[in-house]
């Protein structure tokens, strides 16, 4: 907190009135727990108000007046305080957001033209208080009922005087009443401007229903996206003249945790079902949401190819730009998220993919929808979102260009602030590149404002031509991954790698030391007091720290990677940017498939006690990979007075395995914590493992394996090379790396355990392998089957 009144930019005038000193207490204390905390907390109250002054006394910026029951008072307040900006709490039945002041001044910020702003509102039932479930509308009607607006609402500027005295009706009658909103009315035919921030900052408990009792956090979880009904219908129906029987069947709902059971035995009952005429899909709100319904009606479409498909959804504009369109898109309500609304229409097979992956704790949001759908993917593309943008406008005029998003979703854990974007944005036009900002809030007011909240169809025509685009997981992040665009994704609460299956071309941004990173992905839902929330609750004292720790300068050096063309270790062409992990950028040589890291002469493995994995784990190792990776040796060449060298050999296990079957095994490794914990955990073989520095390379050998070891190493091709010389004329190499062919590694990338956490220089696939081995002059022969990984024996190609 600031400690000088002239710091103040906002003054909260609290109209406590003649409440209880505990309801203004918890008022204050709403106040007090905002984002933002520059202010001046002003409380008018007809009470002393004693036991309060003496608890707040060492606060500066909170004052107690004496109030007098009359609208001037109102005015008199605001002459007395030293904000520039006022904000306007009432005591009985209103909460504010932590946001709620911090929003309207990013609003204002944006808008500097606008001189009052209105909230947008929430209601929720005075009589279910203890009822999550109780939200009777997530908006403010837009334009706002007159009426209904209410003092928390109203945010103005001081120097611009707000008349209460006209918000006064039937003055001198006995149903006189007081009506806040009348004063904006005022101020617009004044042609005064004011905006409306796009976030919900208000609640307000209004009188509904019946009270309900106190329910737990289990029922809640089992009363989230229920069914209505439960029976498969067997119908008669009329269908073109002829009377047929048609099976309907109830909701597969998203939840997966109301019923364990449920939605299984309907997906079992609906695979024996032949004749599909119907199909209805519901995914309310959020535009990525929505975006990731199109490759589940493709695969629908070609699983019911007869069956008409109609879309349910709150978001029905960006629809009109799938690939694979439904036959119908019905727009409905945001406010029947938690509603079973499909049981209501007249479709044989209903999907409602709402709380799909919110429900599904770690789940890729597409797998999440596919588990609901009963759909299995053929490959890891046929995830992909496609829309189909071939009647837009270009703006190749404007290349080289980026977008710039920097839309939140409304919550700190998905938005990283307006003024680092404006660094970012300052370094991108120092690299000669235009930059536009075609989002719906915090612009940076250095680039040219019509393309600002400008329409969806040129916000995506904008997004498939520019160069790049930056931002936060957000709708437009999905639309520029449904157009393969290249990505630079800043990412906290949200992980773009579980939102959007495409992780080709995209650069996340992620502060990886954090232990809370990724919470979207680790809840279902929680409780913010009464309120029921998807949104994860930060636990941290610093609320979004996952996007604070974030800098501008963080984002500034992924461009650089994006934008670098490192040569291939394989053809000497230029690579293009695939992927990150933390900390590490991968590269790929198109015309090999050849995956290569950055910085390919560091290997950040060698300081660890690489050991440690092995040692601990050493005899479940032993059994299950290094004694029937020499059974495989075995069938190749007899052990019998042949000599082994393992490559890379970490503690020994490979050389153990060998030696006990008779070969006359040795091992080498550049990691000297390996070498020394191998001859103290098997003394028998201590003297045939070397340190690869001290080791006298004085014959050749008749077998060289090099297994889990290529992969670590920055110059392959000159690697194998250097050995070949060092392998009998008739002798074999065995090589084992991991594959980006192996069964699900792009099906899972960024969890496949495979792909470490940097130490990987290479990440080969079968096509890139092969390019290795005749740029070496080596034949090979796979050993085992392709999917489970690379295991080749090799041997030098002899002359023709």
């Given amino acids: 907190m600031n400690s000088s009144k002239g710091d103040v930019l906002v003054t909260v005038l609290l109209m406590a009135e003649d409440t209880e000193e505990k309801h203004i207490q918890a008022a204050i204390e709403n106040v007090l727990s905002q984002t933002y905390n520059n202010i001046e907390l002003i409380i008018s109250s007809v009470s002393d108000l004693a036991v309060l002054r003496s608890k707040y006394e060492d606060r500066w910026n909170v004052k107690f007046i004496k109030a007098k029951l009359s609208l001037d008072h109102i005015q008199e307040l605001i002459d007395t305080s030293n904000g520039e900006i006022i904000f306007y709490k009432t005591v009985t039945n209103v909460l504010w957001f932590p946001r709620h002041i911090e929003k309207h001044l990013e609003d204002f910020k944006y808008n500097k033209k606008a001189r009052w702003s209105l909230s947008h509102i929430e209601y929720r039932d005075v009589d279910n208080a203890d009822h999550p479930l109780n939200t009777i509308g997530f908006r403010i009607d837009n334009p706002p009922k007159v009426e209904r607006i209410i003092m928390d609402e109203i945010v103005h500027y001081k120097e611009l005087k707000p008349d209460w005295q006209s918000c006064v009706t039937n003055q001198n009658q006995p149903d006189q009443t007081f009506s806040p909103g009348l004063v904006l009315k005022k101020w617009i035919e004044s042609h005064i401007i004011g905006t409306i921030p796009d976030e919900i900052t208000v609640v307000q408990w209004i009188k509904f229903g019946a009270p309900t009792r106190k329910v737990t956090q289990d029922e809640i ?289 992620v502060d990886n030391s954090l232990n809370c990173l990724g919470c979207k992905h680790k809840q279902y839902f929680s409780l913010r007091g009464e309120q029921l929330t998807f949104v994860p609750v930060c636990n941290n004292d610093i609320q979004g720290c996952c996007m604070k720790t974030i800098k501008p300068e963080h984002v500034v050096t992924s461009i650089e990677k994006v934008r670098s063309t490192p040569s291939s270790i394989l053809t000497n062409k230029p690579t293009k940017f695939y992927f990150n992990i933390p900390k590490w950028a991968y590269f790929i040589d198109e015309e090999t498939d050849l995956v290569q890291r950055e910085r390919l002469d560091e290997h950040p493995d060698q300081t660890d006690d690489l050991h440690e994995e092995y040692s601990y784990r050493k005899d479940e190792i032993y059994k299950k990979y290094s004694v029937p990776f020499i059974e495989e040796v075995k069938k190749h060449i007899e052990p019998k007075d042949h000599s082994l060298l393992d490559i890379g050999c970490s503690v020994g296990l490979v050389v153990k395995a060998a030696t006990e079957v008779g070969f006359d095994a040795y091992g080498i490794d550049i990691n000297k914590k390996s070498i020394e914990k191998g001859k103290e955990l098997f003394t028998e073989i201590s003297g045939k493992l070397k340190l690869d520095v001290e080791y006298v390379y004085d014959k050749k050998y008749d077998v060289i394996v090099c297994n889990q070891t290529l992969e670590h190493i920055s110059k392959p091709s000159e690697f194998l090379e250097s050995w070949v010389y060092w392998l009998e004329k008739d002798g074999m190499m065995f090589l084992g790396l991991p594959s980006f062919d192996e069964e699900n590694a792009k099906m899972l990338w960024h969890r496949w355990q495979t792909m470490g956490k940097g130490e990987h220089c290479t990440i080969f696939s079968n096509k890139s392998f092969d390019c290795l081995m005749n740029k070496v002059g080596l034949k090979y022969e796979y050993i085992q089957d392709v999917s489970k990984g690379i295991l080749a024996k090799c041997w030098i190609r002899k002359e023709e």
């Fill in 221 to 509: 979880a089992m009363q989230i996206g229920a069914p209505n009904g439960k029976e498969i219908r067997d119908e008669n129906r009329l269908v073109d003249g002829n009377i047929e029987i048609i099976r309907t069947f109830p909701t597969v709902m998203g939840s997966c945790f109301f019923d364990k059971d449920y939605n299984n035995q309907i997906r079992e009952a609906i695979k024996v079902t032949t004749d599909i005429k119907s199909i209805g899909i519901k995914r309310t709100m959020g535009m990525g949401d929505v975006v990731l319904v199109e490759p589940i009606i493709k695969k629908l479409k070609n699983k019911y190819s007869e069956a008409k498909i109609t879309f349910y959804t709150g978001k029905p504009d960006i629809v009109k730009y799938f690939y694979h369109k439904p036959d119908e898109t019905i727009k409905i309500e945001d406010n029947v998220l938690l509603q079973d609304f499909l049981s209501s229409t007249n479709n044989q097979l209903k999907y409602d993919l709402d709380l799909a992956y919110e429900s599904r704790i770690g789940a890729p949001f597409i797998d999440a929808y596919g588990e609901v759908c009963g759909i299995a993917w053929d490959s890891y593309k046929d995830k992909y979102p496609r829309l189909n943008t071939d009647e837009l406008e270009s703006f190749e005029h404007l290349k080289p260009y980026v977008v710039v998003v920097a839309d939140g979703s409304g919550w700190p854990g998905k938005t990283w602030g307006s003024d680092n974007y404006r660094s970012v944005i300052h370094s991108l036009k120092d690299k000669s590149y235009t930059v536009v900002e075609p989002g719906f809030s915090d612009f940076s007011g250095l680039t040219d404002s019509k393309y600002n909240k400008c329409s969806l169809e040129k916000m995506i025509a904008l997004i498939k031509h520019c160069d790049m685009f930056i931002g936060t997981d957000s709708g437009p992040m999905h639309i520029a991954r449904a157009l393969e665009v290249p990505c630079i994704i800043i990412a906290g609460a949200a992980l773009p790698y579980y939102s959007n299956p495409n992780r080709e071309k995209i650069f996340y941004v």
